[in-house]
């Protein structure tokens, strides 16, 4: 199967649709692809949106992402495209980055093709990095809105990119606001 750059539109999405959006170029010769995916979530249509679908803080699906480094060579062979120097890298906000806009991309290995698609993992397990951006990396109910907790703790996504069904685990939340976490009154800091 081929892929085709510039194939679809990243605003656009589908549920059920993938979209190799972009690679970035990180340190050590490596590029980072991002796939994004429409999904429907664990609970299903919302109501929320259907209430509320004239209001552009609402969405029918949730378009989640995952990233993955790669290196230029084996991503080319592995997607069939060209992501050397000349390809149309552009500057963006400090950062090299290559829209590619690929519908449904297709990963070849071994003679076989490999669709990609994201998978998420909710946990209460943050990674350090999560800890250290709990007001970003925590889920929240819409995108500026409480914080969704599992059992009193602040939940976490852990993104992946598989080439198989994805299993995806969504926590049940919690239906009061409460979460399990100290601050430290002399810095502020929040401690999980």
Request: proline share 4%; net charge negative.
């Amino acid at each position: 199967m081929k892929n085709v750059i510039n194939s679809g539109d990243p605003a656009a999405l589908k549920l059920g649709e993938v979209m190799l959006t972009n690679l970035r170029k990180i340190s050590g010769g490596f590029v980072q692809m991002e796939l994004a995916e429409a999904k429907e979530g664990g609970r299903g249509l919302s109501a929320a949106f259907v209430f509320n679908q004239s209001d552009s803080r609402f969405s029918l699906n949730s378009v989640r992402r995952a990233w993955q480094p790669a290196t230029p060579s084996d991503l080319e062979a592995a997607l069939g495209i060209s992501v050397g120097d000349s390809a149309d890298w552009k500057i963006v906000d400090g950062q090299e980055i290559l829209e590619l806009n690929i519908l449904n991309p297709v990963a070849t290995f071994d003679g076989r093709d490999y669709p990609m698609q994201v998978q998420i993992v909710e946990t209460v397990e943050a990674t350090d990095w999560q800890k250290a951006n709990i007001t970003t990396a925590a889920k929240r109910k819409g995108k500026d809105g409480d914080y969704i907790t599992h059992m009193g703790n602040y939940i976490f996504t852990k993104a992946s990119i598989v080439f198989n069904t994805p299993e995806d685990v969504y926590l049940k939340p919690d239906t009061s606001k409460s979460v399990s976490t100290t601050v430290d009154t002399e810095t502020g800091e929040i401690l999980l």
